[in-house]
Nanobody
Framework: QVQLVESGGESVQAGGSLRLSCVAS????????VAWFRQAPGKQREAVAG???????RYADSVQGRFTISQDNAKNTLYLQMNSLKPEDTAMYYC?????????????????WGQGTQVTVSS
């Protein structure tokens, strides 16, 4: 079992920046991969970015060049640096983890999910 706790979400104005964090605990291992997903009201959950233990990353087209995913393996912490935020980035952001990720951006790859942290971007 892996427990995930997100933090860092808040309300910001368009053009601003935020950094989300996700701390993992429990049966973490050297082989797992992690990702950020988001879900806006009335919309389906969508992938934002994923990273595996070796540092390979993937991003959704909508955030490419604005968001950066990173991890501190020693601290079992995942980060999402979000710059140039837009109102359409408003959503609940979730951290997810899995022991195997054939597709870093496929929600079906992930077994463990956090409770989410809310990001609201106003125009």
């Amino acid at each position: 079992q892996v427990q995930l706790v997100e933090s860092g979400g808040e309300s910001v104005q368009a053009g601003g920046s935020l950094r989300l964090s996700c701390v993992a605990s429990g049966s973490t291992s050297d082989n797992y991969c992690v990702a950020w997903f988001r879900q806006a009201p009335g919309k389906q959950r969508e992938a934002v970015a994923g990273i595996n233990r070796s540092g390979r990353t993937r991003y959704a087209d909508s955030v490419q060049g604005r968001f950066t995913i990173s991890q501190d393996n020693a601290k079992n912490t995942l980060y999402l640096q979000m710059n140039s935020l837009k109102p359409e980035d408003t959503a609940m952001y979730y951290c997810a983890a899995a022991y195997r990720c054939p597709d870093l951006l496929a929600s079906g790859s992930y077994n463990y999910w956090g409770q989410g942290t809310q990001v609201t971007v106003s125009s």
